[in-house]
């Protein structure tokens, strides 16, 4: 193996703390979670050990043999289902793209305590399962049920709140929800939800409840903890917030070039290259347009759709690169005109930050 110098490439510089040290529960927790690796955004399909992962809790081992899912509350017909149960259904495989709605928070000041996400909480998977719609009509809600929820196994605490993990939605948000017990053509991981989950696609990832054991029909509204105080955008403490939902437009690149390993800085040598890239934005709303600001100006990238409803875009988009320090950004619109903003939109715990990335390049002779 050959070692190179290179004029360009300086030595990286140590970060100085004040007491040398992460701060340990901020490691701690860190080191639970994972992001993708931007490079396999130039796959349609993020392979499955790359997937991001956002667990609160510990996951749970489930026995898929023993698991149940119950159906509980107002419903006139109840029943509940075992895996082979569900295994017998009609079968649906979808490509959705999830995102955790605190993708993007470590460029948002004052960082707030959970994932230090960049750009990597997202990733696209084939996801089978069966609709959930027609179990909700079999199961019969009465009249007057206005959401249901849905249960993870997971339990823990959080601000000295005990609970287990639990979403709600509405009657009309059930469309295309998806009760999933595959991942990429594989049964789900445990870390993924096994033996079952819920997929909402096109909202961010905390409504795709995982390690799921109970679906409840209420007549008031679920209040669950992370429903009313967590996923909720909020401009101070102690206000009840904006419910987080679908997601906001947003795209990110692979970035060219090689890094360096202690700042991940890209060196690229000078000449044409293919940047490539993804865009998605929520609700299954189509990306219309994704720019990429090369040398100050904004150039058109070229999209190749999916075909699949909640699966970001593949966009393409070639660039000349020339000697010297360049900053790249892309950026998207979607088909409503929902454009990504240059600066992060601030909220309290940094959610939906869909700010346009920036990918910094030195290019010369490697
Ligand atoms: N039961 C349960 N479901 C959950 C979570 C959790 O901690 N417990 N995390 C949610 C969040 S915040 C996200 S972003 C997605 C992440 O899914 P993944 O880890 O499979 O990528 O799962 C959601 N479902
Ligand atoms: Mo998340």
Known sequence: MTTRRNAFVGPSARIETED???????????????GVLLESLSKDITPTGLHYLLNHFDVPMLD????VL?????????????????????????????????????????????MPWMYEAVGTSHWTGTLLKPLIEKADPSGDVVEFSFLGADFGFDQGVGHHFGRSLTRDQLDDVMLVHSMNGQPLLPQHGAPLRLIVPGWYG???VKWLTEIEALTQPYE???????YRFRDAAGEPGRPVTTLRVKSLMVPPGVPDWGTRQRYLDPGRVELVGRAWSGGGVPIA??????????????????????????WSCVW?????????????TDAEGHKQPLEPPWDLAG????????????????
């Not at 100006?297 to 699949?308: D, N, Y």
Request: hydrophobic residues 40%.
């Open 320 to 332: 000349e690169a020339t000697t010297g320090f360049h900053v790249l950004r892309c950026r998207a």
């Open 206 to 208: 905390m409504a795709s």
């Open 20 to 34: 040398g040290l992460y701060s340990e529960d901020e490691v701690r927790l860190a080191n639970r979670n994972s």
């Open 351 to 366: 959610f939906g930050n869909n700010a346009a990335q920036k990918v910094q390049v030195v290019v010369g002779p490697l």
């Open 289 to 314: 347009k994704v720019e990429v600001e090369l040398d100050g100006a904004w150039k058109t990238a070229r999209l190749e759709p999916s075909g699949e409803t909640y699966a970001w875009t593949k």
């Open 70 to 114: 119950r159906f509980s509350g107002a419903f006139s017909a109840p029943f509940e289902l075992s895996m082979a149960d569900i295994l017998a259904l009609p079968t649906v495989t979808r490509a959705v793209t999830l995102e955790c709605a605190g993708n993007g928070r470590a460029n948002v000041s004052p960082r707030s305590h959970s």
């Open 224 to 230: 669950g903890f992370q429903q009313i105080e967590v």
């Open 64 to 67: 898929a043999d023993t698991h």
